[in-house]
């Protein structure tokens, strides 16, 4: 079921999260999760219900902080259409998850794994690990550099594209 490959079109009306003008300050940037944000209450919610495996109602919190962030808050947006697109493939709806994490890649200058990884810079190099852009392997290269959270949300991810290669025991470990 996670054979997605297809490229349709976006199904939202509002333009693509795009990255800041100045990317390269962006990838050594640190994001804060935790400021009094409108749209950090249904982020942490729809969090919470990913975890206990609520998709609808994490969907629905995703698209709320998603439209109350805005366009002046891409990275954060970016995030968030990320953890939308990986609950989606948890939902079993793969051909909107690659529609979401599509919408939600950034074309950087140079793709690949950067040395410092930052909130800034970790949910394109996730995104385009799941779009095929980035080889799994060399992510999963790239973990003994990564700070903690960043080895939690790297095997988060390698575990949903080792599901879509069909390699079930390494999405196993990964998970």
């Known amino acids: 079921w996670f054979a997605w490959r297809s490229h349709a079109p ?18 050594a940037k640190v994001i804060d999760f935790k400021p ?11 969090m919470v219900e990913l975890a206990q ?12 902080a998603y439209q109350l962030a805005g366009p002046s ?21 793969p051909a909107e998850a690659n529609r979401v994490l599509t919408h939600a890649h950034w074309v950087p200058a140079k793709s690949g794994v950067p040395e410092e990884i930052t909130s800034g810079n970790l949910a394109n190099v996730l995104i385009e690990t799941m779009l095929g852009v980035i080889p ?40």
Request: aromatic fraction near 12%; glycine fraction near 4%.
């Open 136 to 175: 799994l392997a060399d992510v999963e290269a790239a973990i003994p550099r990564m700070a903690p959270w960043a080895v939690a949300l790297t095997r988060f991810t390698a575990g949903f594209k080792h599901l879509d290669l069909g390699e079930f025991e390494k999405a196993a470990a990964a998970f």
């Open 73 to 93: 808050h891409p990275e954060q947006c970016q995030w968030i259409q990320f953890f939308e697109g990986m609950t989606l493939l948890a939902a079993d709806r």
């Open 36 to 46: 009094d944000a409108p749209w950090v209450k249904p982020w942490n919610a729809a």
């Open 10 to 27: 976006d199904r939202r009306a509002t333009p693509a999260a795009s990255p800041p003008a100045d990317a390269m300050s962006t990838a």
């Open 53 to 64: 495996g609520l998709y609808t109602d994490a969907l629905h919190g995703y698209e709320t």
